[in-house]
């Protein structure tokens, strides 16, 4: 999940976005990971839903590009690695390849899926859930706002990919995928603190180019263009998530 353009901080990870392992179970059941599978968890963050494979019986080997969430990993006795989704060097060694809330961070598509189907065992599954077209739209439409009014382009800034299912599945299918589903599902997130959070967490790219007291500004001017529509009069957040979920399997 983790790109190297954002600072990944494990403890606040856990902290304003501690969700996102939790609302992984949708993705691991499509996935339905059976003992003694090999899984490879692309971009598996801190291993909290890498354990869950664990703990079905499957031989789990995870990946991410952050440092600092793969000691987290470690820490909780996973096998877990440094590697860039783009460079994934595994061949023909996975009955599965699993992915939440990763696959939006990495801009190279093609690439990603290049890899993963050279780490797959024929017929092997391809099975993962990310953020899908419309995602976090508002969220990025303040912050492209915001940032206009410091003079800078936010829409070059954006670090993520957010394909509709047609976009992902006609990837799929010219790496050699048979895709079996492709969806996009709206799911308003409840945020465990406000957007300014999520934002700390998630957004540096586009704060990343302001000087820190402009960023603290145009932080709060973004949290304060939100509060209208992500905020509810009982002062509760929610992000607005839409998911791109898919099942493929290699074919060749
Ligand atoms: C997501 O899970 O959809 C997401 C998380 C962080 C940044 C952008 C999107």
Redesign the pocket.
């Known amino acids: ?1 983790s790109e190297p353009s954002q600072d990944w901080q494990p403890d606040r990870y856990q902290q304003h ?1 501690g969700f ?1 392992a939790v609302l992984g179970t949708p993705a691991l059941e499509l996935l339905n990971p059976r003992p003694g599978e090999r899984i490879l968890d692309l971009g598996c963050g801190d291993g909290v839903l890498t354990e869950k494979l664990v703990a079905a019986g499957c031989q789990v080997v995870g990946v991410d590009a952050g440092a600092d969430m793969i000691a987290a990993a470690r820490a909780r006795g996973l096998d877990a690695h440094v590697v860039d989704g783009h460079a994934l060097a595994f061949a023909n060694e996975f009955d599965a390849v699993f992915s939440n ?1 990763a696959l ?2 990495m801009t190279r598509p093609a690439e990603v899926v290049a890899g993963v189907h050279r780490a797959l065992k024929p017929d092997g599954r391809f099975v993962a859930e ?2 899908g077209h419309g ?2 739209a508002a ?1 990025r439409t303040a912050l492209i706002a915001v940032l206009g009014r410091y003079g800078i382009d936010g829409a070059a800034l954006n ?2 990919y ?1 394909p509709t299912p047609d976009e992902y599945s006609a990837l799929l299918r010219a790496a050699g995928f048979e895709v079996h589903s492709a969806e996009l599902i709206p799911r308003p ?1 409840p945020l465990p603190t406000d957007v300014g959070g ?1 934002m700390d ?3 540096d790219s586009f704060f990343a180019t302001l000087s820190l007291q402009d960023r603290a500004s145009a932080r709060a001017e973004a949290v304060d263009l939100l509060r209208s529509v992500l905020c509810d009069s009982e002062g509760r957040w929610t ?1 607005d ?3 791109l979920r898919f099942s493929a399997s290699r074919l060749d």
């Open positions: 999940m976005a996102v809330a939006h961070w990310f953020g995602n976090v969220i670090p993520w957010f997130t999520w967490t998630f957004a992000a998530y839409v998911r």
